[in-house]
Nanobody, 121 residues
Framework: QVQLVESGGGLVQAGGSLRLSCAAS????????MAWYRQAPGKQRELVAA???????NYEDSVKGRFTISRDNAKNTVYLQMNILEPEDTAVYYC???????????????WGQGTLVTVLS
């Protein structure tokens, strides 16, 4: 089995910063794309940022210039540095990864359990 474990969420004032981490563990051959999604109360889950194994990135428009996604392939870990946080960033943030496991040539999509980020105005 493969697990994604997130950490780094919490409570912060508007204008502040947080850094989220997500580590993948288990039987892993390789990880393709990794991403962060978020879901605010009453809203659909949305993609925040994604990064390929080659470190190509893309961002949702509202976080461009404020958030930075990065990854450490050796540690199977993805990070999300969030700066200049706004109350609208309040949500549960989920880590997502496409994982290749032993014995298969198909990538499995795996989700973390989510970590809550609350930004106070």
């Amino acid at each position: 089995q493969v697990q994604l474990v997130e950490s780094g969420g919490g409570l912060v004032q508007a204008g502040g910063s947080l850094r989220l981490s997500c580590a993948a563990s288990g039987s892993i051959i390789s990880i393709s794309a990794m991403a962060w999604y978020r879901q605010a109360p009453g809203k659909q889950r949305e993609l925040v940022a994604a990064i390929t194994s080659g470190h190509h990135t893309n961002y949702e428009d509202s976080v461009k210039g404020r958030f930075t996604i990065s990854r450490d392939n050796a540690k199977n870990t993805v990070y999300l540095q969030m700066n200049i946080l706004e109350p609208e960033d309040t949500a549960v943030y989920y880590c997502n990864a496409e994982v290749l496991r032993p014995g298969t040539d198909l990538f499995l999509e795996v989700w973390g359990q989510g970590t809550l980020v609350t930004v106070l105005s």
